[in-house]
DNA sequence: GTCTATAATACGATAGAC
DNA sequence: GTCTATCGTATTATAGAC
């Protein structure tokens, strides 16, 4: 029982957990260093496994890689696209939809990063999201947008760059914490009461930001 | 001349050149894989020079990285700084910030993921922003906020939350750069025209964001 | 399925000629 | 100042025992 207890006692262990336990070592790993920065080894060890399990079960560390891609384009919006913003008002719809774009970066604080890092780095040569998968992510907000202007909730908006403006006032909070960190070490920006300041402010910035003047 | 001609002509060459031109290409790579993942082989490639020139000049691969990671925190903001935002008046002084922080990113594409980078991999290790540093970069628009909140042109604001947002809403459009390619291929985010398009909705999402309702 | 041991290679770093 | 050649180690990947 030397090295192993990085994560849980392993002993017995099925093929199911072993491959789990190695995609979120993997996920926190390359959302750090990027494809050509992670080490092997360091997902090994988070993981509690060797690095040869890596091999058995993803053949290399491209395959790995992809893997951990593949599981929030598919996972992790989907709870975006089960809400169904139609069915409120435009006004409350927006309100919804900030508080779980701000719920989601909280639940998996690495994707931002991972997927940032993909784009920038390889330029989506591993894993381009198709147009589904980023119209489930950000089209549902386009679409609130477009909705809300039609019938006179939002004043005139340039609807795409209004979407990305939106979620960079609900993402990049997320992007400089550990920036933030440095200047203010006291003040822990992930804690259930500052998120609940980041959202309430997001909500009252975006809302009279695009609210019809009348 | 079979493979310097990556860059420029060299032959004949001086240090203040060839030290500019490994610093730029590194900057470059840097921003893409971070310090890991980054190879002095890229590097060299890109700047026309054998990894034995960056040794040279920079000692080893840590020495090169933080050499990179200066150059912005010393010049880069240096320019907002210069704007004398106090002689305006707090709205006009916001739009300025905003055009000033978008210009930036333009000129400098690659330094805010070189930053992003920095923190995530290594938690600052490497260079810390001082507080200076950061005030320039990130207090004039607090200050600025403060102001017109205190003068009535402003809402009610929290400030420090209100300043990541206003920065998430000039910079992310820029993180998202990358992946947005590949679903409207045909769009070049970083043409005059659409920062263009970028500043002005900022602006008028930022104004009508938070200024006074009355 | 999981490990240990080891092969094969990629990469950072250095020595020495020019 | 710049290059070529080379060393040593870190890292990926594989073979084979259990």
Redesign the pocket.
């Known amino acids: 029982m030397a090295k ?1 207890e990085s994560k849980k006692s ?1 002993q017995v ?3 199911e ?2 491959q789990q336990d190695i995609l979120d070592a993997a996920e926190i790993e390359f959302s750090h260093h990027g494809l ?1 920065g ?4 360091a997902i090994a060890d988070r993981a ?6 890596i ?2 079960y993803f ?4 395959g790995l890689y992809k893997a951990v891609l593949q599981r929030p384009a598919t996972e992790a919006n989907e709870k975006l696209g089960t809400l169904n913003f139609d069915q409120f008002p435009a006004i409350d719809a927006l309100k919804l939809f900030i508080q779980a774009a701000i719920l989601n970066e909280v639940q998996h604080p690495h994707r931002q990063m991972l997927w940032f890092q993909e784009a920038n780095q390889n330029q989506g040569e591993f894993f381009k999201l198709s147009k589904d998968d980023w119209s489930n992510a950000h089209g549902s907000l386009f679409k609130i947008l477009k909705r809300g202007m039609t019938d006179g909730s939002f004043r005139e908006l340039d609807l795409e760059i209004t979407t990305i403006h939106i979620l960079g006032i609900c993402i990049f909070y997320f992007s400089i914490q550990e920036n933030w960190k440095h200047f203010k070490p006291d003040c822990d920006r992930l804690s259930e009461s500052e998120i609940q300041r980041h959202t309430e402010a997001a909500i009252a910035l975006v809302l009279s930001g695009i609210k019809s003047p009348e």
């Open positions: 192993r392993r262990r099925d093929a957990v072993t050509n992670a080490r092997l080894s509690g496994v060797t690095t040869a399990m091999h058995y053949t290399n560390k491209e």
